[in-house]
């Protein structure tokens, strides 16, 4: 490969889509808290030009996932478990209208894929496929959010989500966290499905505040 073409891969990314590879780097756990974020490493890793990279970088600490720090480059943002706290404290209440506005808002092409995705999830449980259920966790909430039609709502908690989801992820492959976390999944999932509003509402506090009493057993 020349050095043009090898060059016009770099730039074939776009920023968006390094963005959100990185990203999914740090929530996954595959970069650690307080991990130093090499410009020239990430270019080879993900396949980006260098100012591609600190673009994305720009980005990611705007929503408080990296550190810029003066003349020593980047590094991933640490959030402390009393701070993960606080985050989830702060969602409850966006989360609760999101699902609220799903239940108001579901389509009947909606709840048949609510229904679809909620046997899956259930499966999983049973099964003991925490990866995969981790995944479905995660999809789940994130369709709800969509079904909301909330946008500002949901753009809020994205923020905030993406700061504590590290937290999140290591709880679900705690032992015995599915069985909780799963049924208290479907209670929200079935709420929306019968447009009920307040049970929708109800069922994401009662989950969120879990995940927060976990949080703090799990230290």
Not at 29 to 57: C, K
Not at 126 to 141: F, K, M, P, T
Request: aromatic residues 2%; glycine residues 6%; hydrophobic residues 45%.
């Amino acid at each position: 490969m020349t050095a043009v073409s090898a060059g016009a891969k770099l730039k074939a990314r776009t920023v968006a889509e390094v963005t959100s590879a990185i990203r999914e780097a740090i929530v996954s756990g595959e970069f650690a808290p307080n991990q130093r974020l090499i410009e020239a490493d990430l270019s080879v890793s993900f396949g980006a030009s260098r100012a591609t990279i600190r673009t994305a970088l720009l980005e990611l600490a705007t929503v408080g996932l990296v550190d810029r720090m003066p003349n020593r480059g980047s590094r991933v943002r640490a959030v402390s478990l009393d701070e993960a706290v606080e985050i989830l404290e702060v969602r409850i209440g966006l989360e609760e209208l999101c699902a609220a506005k799903a239940a108001q808002h579901v389509t009947d092409a909606e709840i048949a894929e609510l229904r679809i995705s909620r046997a899956e999830l259930v499966a999983t449980v049973e099964s003991g496929d925490l990866i995969g259920y981790s995944r479905l966790n995660q999809q789940l909430d994130q369709r709800i959010r969509e079904i909301s039609r909330h946008s500002t709502a949901v753009e809020i908690i994205e923020r905030l989500r993406a700061q504590s989801v590290r937290h999140q992820f290591r709880l679900a492959f705690e032992p015995g966290r599915a069985a909780v976390s799963g049924p208290e999944h479907v209670a929200i999932i079935d709420a929306v499905i019968a447009r009920d509003p307040e049970a929708a509402a109800q069922a994401t506090r009662a989950h969120l505040i879990g995940v927060i009493d976990a949080l703090r057993v799990i230290g």
